[in-house]
């Protein structure tokens, strides 16, 4: 079963990171370009970042260009997102995304976690 | 970056009508745009991919249509499950953007 489960979310004061994780299984992992993409409260969705399979290229929302980076581990089936200077405006659900093919652009988002919640409040 | 308007926003509706749903890209994209579902408290769900093309188990009376810069959903005939909201998305390129969402309601 492909299944994406996402951790590392949680409640932090504005200006400080959090480290988002994503571990998949039941597929190739480094055949697939990954994605993050969020949903704030009783909001719509907003993609944050893409990877494509090899990590040679990488997108960001004009939000967050400076502030997150994304990163995976084919050796370990794993996608992450570091936050840096966490606003208010970031609070939201953060889904892990697979992506239809390994290049991230011209396909679709597949497979969606469940998602990890980060709330930034002081 | 490619900004996506989805219209309506929100269209009451009932079981049986045919629901069309209009979404613009701020520029060229070809043919690459996907459509969305999502139900209450459920993950979305990638119903048609490449502007027209249906994904493997999502019923035939979804149907995507248009190029370039404007595309549309159609539901030929509401069944009670599809109350949900819906999105587009571009793929043509980074960032890839969403638009903000339209909610099929009951009428």
């Known amino acids: 079963e492909v299944q994406l489960v996402e951790s590392g979310g949680g409640l932090v004061q504005p200006g400080r990171s959090l480290r988002l994780s994503c571990a998949a299984s039941?597929?190739?992992?480094?055949?697939?370009?990954m994605h993050w993409v969020r949903q704030g409260p009783q909001k719509g969705l907003e993609w944050v970042s893409g990877?494509?399979?090899?990590?040679?290229?990488?997108g960001y929302a004009d939000s967050v260009k400076g502030r997150f980076t994304i990163s995976r581990d084919n050796a370990k089936n794993s996608l992450d997102l570091q936050m840096n200077s966490l606003r208010s405006e970031d609070t939201a659900l953060y889904y892990c995304?697979?992506?239809?093919?390994?290049?991230?652009?011209?396909?679709?988002?597949?497979?969606w976690g469940r998602g990890t919640l980060v709330t930034v409040s002081s | 970056d490619i900004q996506m308007t989805q219209s309506p926003s929100s269209v009451p509706a009932s079981v049986g009508d045919r629901v069309t749903i209009t979404c613009r890209a701020s520029?060229?994209?070809?043919?690459?745009l996907v459509w969305y579902q999502q139900k209450s408290g459920q993950v979305p769900k990638v119903l048609i991919h490449?502007?027209?093309d249906l994904q493997s188990g999502v019923p035939s009376r979804f149907s995507g249509s248009g190029s370039g810069t404007d595309f549309t959903l159609t539901i030929s005939s509401l069944q009670p499950e599809d109350f949900a909201t819906y999105y587009c998305?571009?793929?043509?390129?980074?960032?890839?953007?969403f638009g903000q969402g339209t909610k099929v309601e009951v009428k």
């Open positions: 995304v697979k992506g239809s093919n390994s290049w991230g652009k011209n396909g679709f988002f597949d497979v």
């Open positions: 039941g597929f190739t992992f480094d055949d697939y370009a």
């Open positions: 990877i494509n399979w090899n990590s040679n290229s990488i």
């Open positions: 520029q060229h994209i070809s043919s690459w």
């Open positions: 490449a502007a027209t």
């Open positions: 998305q571009q793929a043509y390129t980074f960032p890839q953007t």
